[in-house]
């Protein structure tokens, strides 16, 4: 049996899904559940750790629960985690005045501030990667049994 990093091929999933449920159980902050699990020092780059297995993870049902876990974390507590928990960065984006005053407008009909609007729809774009993977590798399954 191949293994990485000492822990079989056929371990890893479960060690990530493992690990997920226990920390979504206990309803934490959700950037410390993207820290622990997505992040690049979280589990699954540790159990994925080169660019070939962590693709071929990421287009996985196993991945977009993972995604799944994080929105809903997201939807009970949006609020970003406390500095004690998870430090914090600034980055600059540039923006055109339109898409700027676009975002302004959607925030202020959210009734949320800017900054977590940005992460929603950096988040966001995620799942629809990771959902829109897993829908065409189902939709070939399908026609691949129909043929």
Same mark, same amino acid.
């Given at each position: 049996? #191949? ?17 997920? #449920? ?18 690049? /020092?979280?589990?699954?780059?540790? &159990? ?18 993972? *995604? ?8 009970? /507590?949006? *609020?970003?985690?406390? %500095? ?10 540039? &923006? %055109? ?5 676009? &975002? ?11 900054? *977590? &609007? ?16 897993? /829908?065409? /590798? *189902? ?9």
């Amino acid at each position: 049996m #191949h293994s990485i990093e000492g822990v079989a091929v056929d371990e890893r999933v479960q060690i990530v899904q493992k690990k997920a #449920h226990e920390l979504f159980q206990g309803q934490i902050n959700w950037a410390i559940f993207f820290r622990e699990i997505l992040g690049t /020092n979280g589990i699954v780059h540790k &159990l994925y750790p080169d660019e070939k297995s962590l693709a071929v993870f990421e287009k996985t049902r196993e991945y977009v629960r993972l *995604q799944e876990m994080l929105s809903q974390l997201r939807d009970v /507590n949006g *609020q970003p985690p406390r %500095p004690e928990e998870e430090g914090t960065r600034v980055i600059t984006v540039r &923006l %055109p005045s339109c898409v700027h005053e676009a &975002l302004k407008k959607e925030a202020r009909a959210r009734e949320t501030s800017m900054n *977590q &609007l940005c992460i929603s729809k950096l988040l966001q774009r995620m799942d629809a990667e990771a959902t829109a993977s897993n /829908n065409g /590798n *189902q939709e070939q399954v399908i026609r691949a049994e129909g043929s």
